[in-house]
């Protein structure tokens, strides 16, 4: 069927999947991207066909061409959220219509065919039901689910491609800072700069990610957990962290995040903590945000808390800043209220513990 929304997946169970007991031992600590789940879904894509050959098998080597065109050109994109064990023993996914959504923007930036949402958030659940028994039940612990797409077409040439895999994998997870949740310190690169107007910023793709790498190497150099990207044209304005937004708490209680111009990842974590935000009083505001300004409002006590969030991090303070010229805290470098009370209620909206009037919560299982 080429359908898109209406194909039906075919199931082909791993022959020799991890036992019991070594999953048991996997899953007691994880770790963060390392360890993967049994199985993983296949889509695949050509032009005047469409969708098609939906299936959930064992997760294995992808055989690839030397010249499949994302080899050589970086058609590519890819989605990230967390699949979690609920407190009656079933298993919700947070807003995964949202990643739908989004992973079809970056792939229309890619010149990439777009994925009906359903399809996609079908296969999330494909995949989950076969590999249930891998989401981890410790602290901070989810099942973190990597959709991705490339062009998979063989041919050499600057153009679209004309055929794609779309595939997902898992993977159990607990915390993604190995510390756990404490303040972290950030680096604010001067050299390089993560995206520029009119190019791939609100893009999920690898290319924003590789061309980070540098960059967050510099910042493990000067003993720091994540760097900082300015703005491209100006170098002053804070854009994003190399994974992650950023939010800003101050103290008459309002809180900023840099606005969506098109070089900043539209975070779906970020869209929800505007939202509870804004539940919790406090004034929200998405407005530029000068480093200048970061470093004299954190100095005069006007700045209280900073934190990061994203899917894979949730939300993590940040409580010193390093740069070519100096340093600086934040609070005291400790963990701020508003921040862990945004992150307790973010948590416990993902795990189920808490009222949803948002029907941000989607059950699985």
Known sequence: MSGGDKLDFEIRPNPAPVS??????????????????????????A???GWYDARVEARAPIPMDPASAVLHYAQEIFEGMKAYRAADGGVTMFRPYANAARFNASGARMAMPPLPEETFVNSLHRLIEVDREWIPDVEDGSLYLRPFMFASEVFLGVRPANEYLYAVIASPVGAYFAGGVKPVTVWVSSEYTRAAPGGTGAAKCGGNYAASLAAQAEALQHGCDQVVFLDAVERRFVDELGGMNVFFVYDD?????????????PGITRESVLTLAAQAGHRVE???????????DAASGRLREVFACGTAAVITPIGRVRFSEGEFTIGG????????????????????????????VHRVL
């Open 286 to 296: 998405e407005r530029p945000v000068t480093f200048a300004d970061w470093q004299a």
């Open 20 to 45: 019991a007991a070594d999953r048991a031992a996997l899953l007691a600590n994880p770790g963060f991207g390392r360890v993967f789940t049994d199985h993983m879904v296949t889509i695949r894509y």
């Open 47 to 49: 032009d005047g066909k």
């Open 333 to 360: 470098g400790e963990p701020g209220t508003v921040t862990m009370a945004l992150r307790q209620q973010l948590v416990d909206l993902q795990r189920g513990r808490a009222a949803d009037p948002h029907n941000w």
């Open 253 to 265: 209680g309002s809180v900023a995040t840099p606005p969506l111009t098109g070089t900043i990842l």
